[in-house]
Every structure is written in C-alpha cells, then in structure tokens.
C-alpha cells in the first residue's frame, strides 16, 4: 500500500539529508538498504528529496536507451524492470545538487543512482567520497584505496582479525578538517572470503551458511564441466563466471563487528594503495608524490560511468540542459584528491588474487607503520 503524507528522513553523517516522501514501507526500505542508515528526524531542509507516485508519464516517451530511458516534452525518465512492469523514475539531470528531487514510482527495486547523486552533494560542500575502505588500528587512521575489486575488503578483514575497529567500505567520505566517515553499507563477502575468517561465517544464521555452501559448490561444478572437452563445456563455460558470483554473503557490518569493533569517524593518518597483480607474493612499494590521487581521480571516473551514460542520453534528449556540477565533477575531484591525499604519509601494497587476506594485512599494516615512520 501506499503511504501518502508519509515522510521517512535519513541523516548521513550529518552532512547530507535525505527525505522520502509518500513511500511504502517497502519503498523506505529500499531506500533504507541503499544509504545503510536507519531513518531519523532531519532537523533542516534535505539535500535530496525521493518523492514516491503511483504512476509517471502517462503519455508515450521516446527512447533513448530502448528499456533503459526516455523522454517527454518536460521531463527524463530512467526504466527499470521488476516482474514484468517497468517502473520509472523522474531524474532531474540539470538540477543535480543540493535541493535535488527525484520522483519513483512505487515498487521500484531501487532508487536509480542515489548514492552517486549523494556523492555530487558531498562534493559540492567540499567532502570527497572515495571509492575505499577505512579502519582504525591502535588510534591510528588507515584508508585503503584502490581499483574495484583490488583488494581493500580483504584488508579490511585482516586488520579487524587484528583487532582494528571499522570505519567503512565500498564509500569513504574525507572531510576538510582530515576525518575519514564511512557509509554504514551492507559488505559483500565472497566464499573465498569466508573461508579465511571462519570466525565471521560461523556467526551466520544457518540459512546463510546453506545458501553459500550451495552456490560455491554450483560453481566447482560448473568450473570443472567447464573444463572438459565435452559438447556441453562450451555453454557451461559461459556460465560459470555468472555462477560464481553468485556464492556471496551481503552482510551488514554491525551484524559483523558489533558496536565494539566499529567507530563513526577516524583521521586520516595513512593511505594504502591496494593492487592485484599475477606474481604470487605480497610486497611494498613507495607511492610517488601525487601518484594515489591521480590513480584515484581515474577510479572515480569509473564509478561515475552509469550515471554519465544515463547524463549523456539526458543531453539527447535535452540539447539545451545541462548539468553544471556534472560538467566540472573531473576538476572538482582532482582538485580535492590532491587537497586530501598529496600530505598523507602513503604506500602501496601489491598481491595475488585471490590472496592470503592474513597475508594482505601483515603487510598492509607493516607499510602503514613504514609510511608514517618515513614521514
């Protein structure tokens, strides 16, 4: 059912309010689960507003993107599959920034792009989100940084087998006075994962345990089909990557660490550059002056790219509309990457995938100590 009159706010970190309006509670918690904040009272006017309908455009829209996006004479629409319906959201390109509203329908899976467009507001105050992870060990902050998939969350879960206590993951946010916040996110946590902190998989319910326990055996299976010289290999290979991505646990991490092993805020003290590479062993190198915040401006750049395909068919659509903090976000960030990262005692830390995450850790924490030591 839908909740007219309803409104649900959410405070990240206080420095970005979110209020949705007229939502079901299945919709609050789509919305919910996105941001990985629980609601509260937002005590001034929100930075985005997600206002909920029954129903969007009700006259025909030309495509953009066939199944993907269209337009009317007024306004932009993003498509969405869910059980046979598509559900459509009204997104605002050239008013992106704080004041920002985008209009859903109900139902839909998710709020397309939200924590990018949370993102350009924090960039617009001067806080730079980052693509990292973040704990702090023995009082000492330490922000690791990287590519996706290069190794930061298997950091993460060797320094708090250490005892270091959570800050966040997937999305960091650097704030002008040197502290690192995190975004309370669900973590993915992958079989391989798993099976070096048994500790953390014990602690899951017993569904959990069954359902990865099935996925990564799907997936042996499949990689060994895959391997044969049979007629049935070749489909099997194909689908055998789709498989394994499929032995995970999405877990939050208060369910995780507990409200000992997390803290809100630590400050910047050292950051890590994780890569993966083919040799088998963990090894330091010295980062170069500038070297992470220009890596990281091209990351960034990357996890920007389904909202700037989505910006580059609004400008189809709309030749004469244009986002300002869109058009100036690859400046803006290099600038800020620089402001935050260029001073900060630095290292990087190369490895295998999949690594040794007890491995991972010793070493990450050894540059750290190295870092602020040369420093």
């Not at 390109?93 to 709020?111: H, K, M, N, Q, Y």
């Amino acid at each position: 059912m839908s909740s007219p009159g309803v409104v649900s706010d959410f405070d990240l970190n206080g420095l970005v309010g979110v209020r949705v309006v007229d939502g079901s509670p299945s919709d609050v918690a789509v919305v919910r689960r996105q941001l990985g904040h629980p609601e509260t009272v937002l005590r001034r006017e929100p930075d985005v507003t997600i206002r909920f309908v029954e129903r969007l455009a009700r006259v025909p829209l030309t495509l953009v993107g066939v199944g993907e996006s269209g337009y009317d004479d007024e306004a932009f629409y993003l498509l969405q599959a869910k059980g046979g319906s598509t559900r459509r959201t009204m997104m605002p390109f050239d008013r992106l920034g704080p004041g920002t509203e985008i209009v859903c329908e109900r139902g839909i899976s998710a709020v397309p792009h939200l924590l990018a467009i949370v993102n350009l507001v924090l960039l617009g105050q001067g806080v730079l989100p980052l693509h990292a992870t973040a704990f702090d060990v023995e009082g000492v902050g330490v922000l690791i940084t990287g590519w996706s998939k290069g190794g930061k969350t298997e950091a993460l879960l060797a320094a708090t087998s250490l005892g270091a206590r959570y800050v966040g993951d997937e999305w960091v946010h650097l704030t002008p006075d040197g502290r690192m916040l995190g975004l309370p996110e669900p973590i993915r946590l992958w079989a391989w994962q798993l099976d070096q902190r048994p500790d953390l998989l014990a602690s899951r319910a017993a569904s959990d345990r069954r359902r990865l326990r099935m996925w990564a055996g799907v997936a042996r299976t499949a990689d060994r089909v895959a391997g044969r010289p049979w007629r049935v290999s070749a489909p099997v290979r194909r689908l055998a990557p789709a498989l394994g991505r499929q032995a995970y646990l999405q877990v939050p991490p208060d369910d995780l660490f507990g409200p000992d092993g997390m803290v809100a805020s630590a400050p910047l003290d050292a950051v890590v550059l994780v890569l993966s590479h083919e040799a088998p062993q963990t090894a330091v190198q010295q980062a170069q002056p500038g070297e992470i915040a220009r890596r990281m401006a091209a990351s960034l750049s990357e996890e920007r790219a389904p909202l700037m395909t989505h910006y580059r068919q609004f400008r189809y659509a709309f030749p004469d509309r244009s986002s300002p903090l869109l058009e100036s976000v690859h400046e803006l960030e290099a600038r800020l990457l620089s402001e935050r990262l260029d001073h900060v005692p630095s290292a990087k830390v190369t490895h295998p995938h999949p690594c040794d995450i007890h491995e991972l850790g010793r070493v990450v924490l050894e540059a750290v100590r190295d870092a602020r030591t040369r420093n």
